[in-house]
């Protein structure tokens, strides 16, 4: 594929290997809220999103109220996968919207709205979640997906829709049709990607060359695992997903993966990783200087 053209208009070479470290799942629970504010002030991550229907999303908004120049996004939500601790849809409860489960929630895995929800429902949950977030004063930087629940034909449309429509970027790769294939979607499928996100970039869409996450089922060793990480990244744009969280009774209790949750949240404030990433020659932006890109500021 050609360079990145967004690289370039933000002054990078197409060698350059430039990151976006993102906290993910800001405001599903009090520890993911506090992890990232520690984050923010120590500077190495960059950037995280809210989960709008969850628990701890009007603190996560106060927060970014007392501190705007935090870079927030919308991490757009349609699963609800732990086994107690649940929520669900903002914008309805019918059931014929195909959103909620047996138990009234969100379904807990994106194979299963994406068989079940309606397009348009979902459509109308992704714009009131967004909404939400404009509402309760956060300075919304982008929109990315929560499990990927979007990544599919019935609900890609309505995503990036979004994204053009209050001019945000939205987390999605410049993948060829070979790229696509990749990800295991079907030919068919994969031609209408790559077609598609080839006229999005012509349109001015920063898109992303890569997504990339640490893994949840590797607590140990969490900075050498995050160097090895850093030292793979090709060169492009790439949004690097961690999910910290500081230790608490309660994140312990919400899911298995609390060790590598807060094995994130002390890599991610170590100045070893932080000088680590500097000496690398990664380059670490934020979503705002896209969204900036994008509004031509």
């Not at 976006?20 to 999103?49: K, N, R, T, Y």
């Not at 849809?89 to 929800?117: K, M, N, W």
């Not at 053009?164 to 987390?171: A, G, I, V």
């Amino acid at each position: 594929m050609r360079p990145n053209p967004t690289l370039k208009k933000l002054g990078f070479a197409p060698t350059d290997r430039v990151a976006i470290i993102h906290a993910d799942d800001i405001g599903m629970c009090q520890a993911g809220l506090a992890a990232f504010a520690d984050l923010i002030d120590f500077g190495l991550v960059s950037s995280g999103a809210v989960m709008v229907p969850c628990p701890w999303s009007l603190a996560a908004a106060a927060y970014c109220r007392a501190h705007p120049q935090a870079d927030v996004g919308v991490h757009l939500t349609l699963t609800s996968e732990w086994e107690t601790y649940r929520w669900g849809p903002i914008s309805t409860r019918d059931p014929s919207s195909g959103l909620l489960d047996g138990e009234g929630c969100f379904y807990r895995t994106s194979e299963d709205v994406q068989a079940h929800a309606d397009p348009a429902a979902v459509a109308v949950e992704l714009r009131a979640q967004l909404d939400r977030a404009l509402a309760a004063g956060i300075d919304v930087t982008h929109i990315d997906t929560h499990m990927g629940a979007v990544a599919h034909p019935k609900f890609i449309m309505g995503y990036v829709q979004l994204a053009m429509e209050r001019r945000l970027p939205p987390m999605l790769p410049r993948l060829d049709e070979a790229g696509w294939r990749a990800l295991n979607l079907d030919a068919e499928t994969a031609a209408f990607a790559a077609q598609l996100t080839a006229q999005l970039e012509d349109q001015g869409l920063p898109l992303l060359d890569q997504i990339t996450m640490l893994p949840l089922d590797q607590p140990n060793d969490r900075i050498a695992l995050a160097k090895r990480a850093f030292d793979s990244l090709p060169a492009g744009l790439t949004h690097f997903i961690i999910h910290p969280a500081a230790d608490t009774p309660e994140l312990r209790a919400i899911t298995p993966d609390a060790p590598s949750r807060i094995a994130d949240y002390r890599a991610f404030t170590s100045p070893e990783l932080r000088d680590y990433v500097r000496s690398v020659g990664i380059k670490v932006i934020g979503y705002r200087m896209l969204r900036d890109l994008m509004r031509g500021q």
